[in-house]
């Protein structure tokens, strides 16, 4: 009995490391996703005149500074 235990904590423990490592992997990925989709955003960014990218930057803070305080608003 103490052998078919040690079995199954041992089947535990390999499929436990199999999913952190599948959940690494993922991580990994979507990180290189991001990357890639600021990397993205920025070089359109950089492709604009200035004036156009001043005033495109301060439309999307406007447009976050909005959301955040709606959001905090709806927590109280």
């Known amino acids: 009995m103490g052998s078919s235990t040690q079995i199954m904590r041992a089947a535990l423990l390999a499929a436990a490391a199999v999913a952190l490592v599948a959940a690494a ?3 990994r990925e979507k990180h290189q996703e991001a990357e890639a989709a600021v990397q ?13 990218r001043a005033a495109v930057i301060a439309r999307l803070t406007s447009d976050e500074v909005k959301r955040v305080k709606g959001s905090g608003a709806a927590g109280r």
């Open 25 to 27: 992997y993922l991580l």
């Open 40 to 52: 993205t955003i920025q070089d359109q960014l950089d492709a604009l005149d200035p004036a156009t």
